[in-house]
């Protein structure tokens, strides 16, 4: 069943008009038709609907609500992903597995060893593709909200916006075996704010992984095995999910 979000001013008792470039994708891409059912989600309130498509027009297309889900698929934290920008389209795969995987926010993290720089307008239109992969993953796996790809900040200024989170996580090589790994995974608790911290190609610097302790963030550790950084998110949000998900 495909799925399309909506903003809550296009809900109007039991119809909902979907606007926008959705239109010609259902229309010309999918070729739908009307009795055709789809997946709708308010981007607002992250409430999902079962409709069915009812009437096809130039600009809009009306949808009947059969019924509203009463389960999200949502974690019940909210994970911020400070990602250190990676070289060449990884940053790509890295968003489209991490909205797959459950994450609310990511943030491009400026680090020490980052080779790729970004000017403002190569900025601007890397986040306008990001955040189009975002939203293709987000519907593909059902996902209740679009998580926001923010603009890029520093390392020291990601450290500063995490200090209002709950939890805080840095995997490091060095850091304490797997059981206190999973005794910090298991003092996350439904509600958290939790962030996690990447490194780019080659790791942290250790100066970095210093600013870290002494902003209070947790070391955890991957396994003893040395991921590349596209798949030291992942493993992060795949230990989350399985410890978080009811």
Known sequence: MYQFFIETSQIAEDQIRILGKDV??????LRMKPGEEIRVTDSETS????????????????????????????????????????????????IQKAVELGVYQIIPTACRRCVVKLDPKKEKTKLARWQQIA??????????????????ISLREAFAR???????????????????????????????????????????EETEIEEAMKAQIKPVT?????????????????????????
Do not use: W
């Not at 010609?24 to 891409?29: A, F, L, P, T, Y």
């Not at 999973?182 to 996690?196: C, Q, T």
């Not at 991957?222 to 009811?246: D, P, S």
């Open 222 to 246: 991957l396994g003893k095995r040395i991921l590349r950084t596209e798949t030291a998110g992942m493993t992060v949000l795949a230990f989350l999910l399985y410890q978080l998900e009811q």
């Open 24 to 29: 010609n994708h259902m229309k010309n891409v």
């Open 47 to 94: 409430r999902s609907y079962r409709c069915e498509v009812a009437e096809l027009y130039e600009e809009t297309v009306v949808c009947h609500i059969l019924a509203e889900e009463e389960e999200g698929s949502e974690l019940p934290v909210r994970i911020y992903l400070f990602q250190g920008l990676p070289k060449a389209d990884k940053m790509e795969l890295i």
């Open 135 to 152: 939203e293709a993953a987000a519907k593909q796996s059902k996902r209740s909200l679009i998580p926001e790809i923010m603009p890029v």
């Open 162 to 204: 995490s200090q209002r989170m709950q939890v805080r996580l840095i995997p490091y090589e060095r850091a304490e075996g797997m059981e206190k790994t999973r005794e910090i995974l298991k003092g996350i608790r439904p509600g958290d704010e939790v962030a996690v911290f990447i490194g780019p190609e080659g790791g942290f």
